[in-house]
């Protein structure tokens, strides 16, 4: 399926019937988690999914280009959120649980 987010996905054994998805934070890519995959053990095979965010303006770094699963307008709690951003990005995470 092409129209996924970029990603990786790593079995940490054969046939894997569970999947993790492991979402990275604000400016970062799903090859910086991957490391983990070594270092958790769990009792049965896992499927561990990487995507990486789509590059976007965020507000709070003044518009810098750079992946992020939405814009962040500001720090203050409570604040506004980029609900449109949020949404798409659920979205392109449940394309992801679909496969």
Same mark, same amino acid.
């Given at each position: 399926?092409?129209?996924?987010?970029?990603? *990786?996905? !790593? %079995?940490?054994?054969?046939?894997?019937?569970?999947?993790?998805?492991?979402?990275?934070?604000?400016?970062? +890519? =799903?090859?910086?988690?991957?490391?983990?995959?070594?270092? *958790?053990? !769990? %009792?049965?095979?896992?499927?561990?999914?990487?995507?990486?965010?789509?590059?976007?303006?965020?507000?709070? +770094? =003044?518009?810098?280009?750079?992946?992020?699963?939405?814009? *962040?307008?500001?720090?203050?709690?409570?604040?506004?959120?980029?609900?449109?951003?949020?949404?798409?990005?659920?979205?392109?995470?449940?394309?992801?649980?679909?496969?």
């Amino acid at each position: 399926m092409s129209d996924l987010l970029p990603h *990786i996905t !790593l %079995p940490s054994g054969r046939d894997p019937q569970y999947s993790i998805i492991w979402l990275h934070g604000l400016g970062a +890519n =799903g090859e910086d988690f991957v490391p983990m995959v070594d270092e *958790i053990h !769990l %009792p049965h095979a896992v499927r561990y999914i990487f995507p990486h965010a789509p590059n976007r303006p965020v507000t709070i +770094n =003044g518009g810098f280009i750079m992946p992020a699963w939405y814009d *962040i307008r500001n720090g203050e709690i409570g604040a506004e959120q980029d609900a449109a951003g949020i949404r798409a990005s659920q979205h392109e995470v449940e394309k992801l649980i679909e496969q």
